[in-house]
C-alpha cells in the first residue's frame, strides 16, 4: 500500500530506545519500528488465522502501522491508552493540519509520545479535556475512539441519528457527546463489533485488536485499504457475502402438535418450524418460522429426525444436514385405551395409525387430519398385521419439549 507512510527508521529506533525505558508503554514501544520487534510476520501466537480480528492486525503489521511484542505476541485483549492510540493514529493517518498544536499541561516536551499527540490534535482527531489537559495514560472507550475517527476525517451522518444509533442494542449508552461521530462512523463502516453485531459497548475500553479494526475500516473508507469480508463490521443493511452456522449449533424447534406417534419400523416425513432466530455473531442465518424438512427414521431401539432441507425467506431452500437425538419413549396401546385422549393433539404415522386401529378395533381413526406420512390410502394394507394383537407399543415423539435438533456439519449460504 503506497498511501500509507511507514516510519523512518532513525526516528523509529529513536522512538524504541526511548519508549523502552519505560514500564507503562509496552504498547507504544511495538508501534514503531518493524526492525526492532521480532513479531513482524504477522503470525502471532496469540492472534491465530481463525481469530475474529486477525484479518484487521495483520495486514496493518505488515504496513508498519501496529506491531506486536518482541515476544511473539500481540496482546489483542490489552487496553490502549489515549498516547498510544494518539501514536496509532502517527503512523496511519496522513492528513495536513487543520490547527495548530496545542501545549497540554500533562504532556511534557520529553514525554514519549509528545509528538504524535501534537500531530493527533492538530489533524483533527484528538482533543483535550478543560483546562488543557490531554491524561494521555487513560485508557479510550471504544466511543471515543469512533468519536476521533469520524470526526477526524470529517465524516457526518447523512440519515437520522436515531434511527441509525437504534441499530444497537445498546444505544441508550452512547454518550450525548459521542452520539453524532458514532452515527457518522457507522454510516460509513468504521464499526466493528464482536462478538455480537448489534452490540456497541461503546463505554468499554477499546482493547488493541478493536483499535485495529476501527483504523483498518477508516483505511478502507480512505480508499487506502482493501475491503475484506467480516460478519463484525457493522453497516446499515449489514449483508455478508458467506454466512456460515458450525457444526453442533442448535436449531429450536417447534410442531403443530404436541406428540407424534410411530410405530419402531417407521420411517415419517416431517417438517419442523424454527422457534427462533439462529445467528452467528449477531447476524441471523436461518431466521424464526423457517421450515426444516426431514423425516423421522428407524434408529436402534428409538427413531431420529434427519432434517434435508431448510426452506427461509422467500420461499428458498437450502441442503441442511442436522439431526436429533435417538427417542425412545414410548407408549402402550392396548384394547381398553381411550383413543380421543391418546389422539390429542397428536400426529399419527400411517403404520401407528394402522396399529391402534387394528388393536382398538375403532376405524374412526383412519382420519387425514391425523395421519402423517403416506396417508390412509396405505392403513387398509397395513391393519391385517396388526389384527390379534392385544396392545402394541408406540414411540412417542413430542417436538416441542426436550427435542434437540444438532447441526451436523456446518451450514453455509453464499
Excluded at 387398509?380 to 392385544?390: C, E, S
Aim: no cysteine; charged share 15%; hydrophobic share 40%.
Amino acid at each position: 500500500m503506497n498511501k500509507i507512510n511507514k516510519s523512518k527508521t532513525t526516528t523509529a529506533l529513536l522512538l524504541t530506545f526511548t519508549l523502552g525505558v519505560s514500564t507503562s508503554l509496552p504498547f507504544a514501544t511495538s508501534l514503531f519500528n518493524p526492525v526492532a520487534v521480532m513479531a513482524q510476520n504477522s503470525q502471532f501466537q496469540d492472534v491465530s488465522s481463525n481469530y475474529w480480528a486477525a484479518q484487521f492486525i495483520n495486514p496493518l503489521v505488515r504496513e508498519g502501522v501496529i506491531a506486536g511484542f518482541p515476544d511473539g505476541t500481540f496482546k489483542p485483549d490489552a487496553p490502549v491508552t489515549r498516547a498510544q492510540f494518539a501514536a496509532m493514529l502517527q503512523q496511519a493517518m496522513k492528513k495536513n493540519q487543520v490547527r495548530s498544536p496545542l501545549k497540554f499541561s500533562d504532556v511534557s516536551s520529553n514525554y514519549w509520545a509528545n509528538n504524535a499527540i501534537n500531530n493527533a490534535y492538530a489533524m483533527g482527531f484528538l482533543s483535550g479535556y478543560p483546562g488543557q489537559i490531554f491524561r494521555p495514560e487513560q485508557n479510550i472507550p471504544r466511543e471515543q475512539v469512533l468519536v476521533s475517527l469520524a470526526n477526524g476525517l470529517n465524516y457526518r451522518s447523512n440519515q437520522d441519528v436515531n434511527s441509525i444509533l437504534n441499530f444497537y442494542n445498546d444505544a441508550n449508552n452512547i454518550s450525548n457527546f459521542a452520539r453524532l461521530p458514532v452515527a457518522a462512523a457507522t454510516e460509513n463502516k468504521l464499526v466493528v463489533n464482536h462478538p455480537t453485531l448489534q452490540q456497541l459497548n461503546p463505554v468499554n475500553n477499546a482493547t488493541r485488536a478493536e483499535v485495529a479494526a476501527f483504523i483498518y475500516q477508516a483505511l478502507v473508507s480512505q480508499g487506502q485499504l482493501q475491503a475484506i469480508n467480516s460478519n463484525y463490521i457493522v453497516g446499515l443493511t449489514p449483508t455478508v457475502n458467506e454466512s456460515r452456522l458450525a457444526d453442533g449449533t442448535n436449531i429450536p424447534v417447534k410442531y403443530e402438535e404436541q406428540k407424534i406417534l410411530l410405530t419402531k419400523d417407521e420411517t415419517v416425513p416431517l417438517t419442523l418450524i424454527v422457534a427462533s432466530d439462529v445467528a452467528n455473531n449477531g447476524v441471523v442465518i436461518i431466521p424464526r418460522n423457517s421450515k426444516i424438512i426431514g423425516e423421522l427414521r428407524p434408529s436402534g431401539k428409538g427413531t431420529r429426525f434427519f432434517a434435508q432441507k431448510v426452506q427461509v425467506a422467500k420461499g428458498k431452500t437450502y441442503n441442511l444436514s442436522a439431526s436429533s437425538q435417538v427417542i425412545t419413549k414410548t407408549e402402550t396401546i392396548s384394547k381398553g385405551t381411550n383413543f380421543n385422549n391418546l389422539l390429542k393433539n397428536a400426529a399419527l404415522g400411517t403404520a401407528a395409525a394402522a396399529a391402534i386401529s387394528a388393536v382398538t378395533g375403532d376405524k374412526a381413526i383412519a382420519t387425514e387430519e391425523l395421519l402423517i406420512g403416506t396417508g390412509a390410502g396405505l392403513l387398509a394394507t397395513l391393519i391385517p398385521q396388526f389384527l390379534g394383537l392385544n396392545k402394541v407399543d408406540l414411540l412417542v415423539v413430542q417436538p416441542n419439549s426436550n427435542f434437540n435438533v444438532i447441526l451436523d456439519k456446518d451450514f453455509v449460504i453464499n
